[in-house]
T-cell receptor, first 111, second 117 residues
Framework: DQQVKQNSPSLSVQEGRISILNCDYTNSMFDYFLWYKKYPAEGPTFLIS?????DKNEDGRFTVFLNKSAKHLSLHIVPSQPGDSAVYFC??????????FGSGTQLTVLP | EAGVAQSPRYKIIEKRQSVAFWCNPI?????LYWYQQILGQGPKLLIQFQNNGVVDDSQLPKDRFSAERLKGVDSTLKIQPAKLEDSAVYLC???????????????FGSGTQLSVL
């Protein structure tokens, strides 16, 4: 029972263009969403989050959008840089600390 | 600020052997988590501690996995006996407790890559 789904295992984008990573969830009790970035042989690092009372949160080149009615969130990276190449995990929680993760999307930014 | 420390980084064992992983969370973080990440999947929560008490261990296979956090600081996760399907990265994470509220942003260690042959 996958409550958080990332349907695209991989995404390739040209440097300077926009990267859009998508995530869908099924549990309507989720009220806080996070994106983590993971490089090989390292642990996931926090990138950006959004509460269900908002529909957008921005931090520099990273913007997360939340569509509660569609149970969908997306991460936009503009402009994409080669250093952004990593696996991106979407996570959701309805209780403090109980993160449920998606399966991840491998982003490759081509120079 | 020092991050979450985990050891060892890699471990290779044969099935039916036992193995233990160690984690030291960020100083001052009362909440500690162990996650299992199988290749191609997202991390899955095994157990959550608050101080030295267990908050949630519903996903921990208790017939072979055990975890403890005796003094409310560092923690050990053990597998005995190991099975082939236990091959995964074991991630430790911690978060801050502010008053009675657990911060939802988790900080992860680099993980232990376990291979069971």
């Amino acid at each position: 029972d996958q409550q958080v789904k990332q349907n695209s295992p991989s995404l390739s984008v040209q440097e300077g263009r926009i990267s859009i990573l998508n995530c869908d969830y099924t549990n309507s009790m989720f009220d806080y969403f996070l994106w983590y970035k993971k490089y090989p042989a390292e642990g996931p690092t926090f990138l950006i989050s959004i509460s269900s009372i908002k529909d957008k949160n921005e931090d520099g080149r990273f913007t997360v959008f939340l569509n509660k009615s569609a149970k969908h969130l997306s991460l936009h990276i503009v402009p994409s840089q080669p250093g952004d190449s990593a696996v991106y995990f979407c996570a959701a929680t309805s209780r403090v600390g109980q993160l449920t993760f998606g399966s991840g999307t491998q982003l490759t930014v081509l120079p | 600020e020092a991050g979450v420390a985990q050891s060892p980084r890699y471990k290779i064992i044969e099935k039916r052997q036992s193995v233990a992983f160690w984690c030291n969370p960020i100083s001052g973080h009362a909440t500690l988590y162990w996650y299992q990440q199988i290749l191609g999947q997202g991390p899955k929560l095994l157990i959550q501690f608050q101080n030295n008490g267990v908050v949630d261990d519903s996903q921990l296979p208790k017939d072979r996995f055990s975890a403890e956090r005796l003094k409310g600081v560092d923690s050990t996760l053990k597998i005995q006996p190991a099975k082939l399907e236990d091959s995964a990265v074991y991630l430790c994470a911690s978060s801050l407790l502010t008053g009675s509220k657990i911060e939802r942003k988790l900080f992860f260690g680099s993980g232990t890559q376990l291979s069971v042959l």
